[in-house]
């Protein structure tokens, strides 16, 4: 609703409003467009739209397979995540739950953030010394834009799991981290 009020009156043609509010922060402010029911394009900075993530999440408002939210709830930057999936049923993944770390940089969103996964996992997408996400072997980070965000990434990590690359390779022992 308070997010609702400040797109209202964000739009382009009114940026200076909007660059006072990060007058006093640390890293400049990156912007997401968006554009409201009567058609103005809005123009939102990092930390809302990072704002908006953790507060859908902590809603459930999304897929209940997947969660994320901070790691530090002091962290002003939002930078530092924790997301989780849920393994998908009928593959190797079935049952299992695999913690992932989320950096979103400075340049988030027009920029995806980077994941790691913290528990083992053996997928096509995932490097298997440090379990770095590859961002060119997922849909969601191959094919990036602004309006995205941690929610779409996990969902296809998750799809990823199902598969024929993925579905049926062996995993590490349950509990395994990197």
């Known amino acids: 609703p308070a997010l609702a009020a400040i ?19 640390k890293h400049p402010p990156i912007f997401i467009m968006q554009r409201t029911p009567a058609g103005e394009t809005v123009i939102v900075p990092r930390n809302f739209k990072l704002l908006e993530e953790l507060e859908r999440s902590e809603k459930g408002l ?6 994320f939210g901070l790691v530090d709830s002091g962290d002003t930057f939002l930078s530092n995540w924790n997301g989780g999936i849920l393994g998908p049923g009928g593959t190797q993944h079935d049952g299992r739950f695999y913690e992932l770390r989320i950096r979103c940089p400075d340049k988030y969103p027009a920029v995806p953030p980077e994941i790691r996964f913290a528990t083992k996992i053996n997928m096509t997408c995932v490097d298997p010394k440090n379990g770095n996400v590859n961002a060119n072997k997922v849909p969601a980070l191959r094919s990036w834009n602004r309006n995205m965000g ?15 690359q993925n579905r049926r390779l062996r995993q590490p022992a349950e509990g395994s981290m990197f």
């Open 7 to 25: 797109y209202r009156y964000c739009t382009i043609t009114d940026t200076s409003s909007l660059l006072s509010i990060h007058s006093q922060q």
């Open 62 to 67: 999304g897929d209940m397979s997947i969660s």
């Open 150 to 164: 941690i929610e779409q990434i996990l969902t296809s990590l998750r799809s990823e799991m199902c598969n024929d």
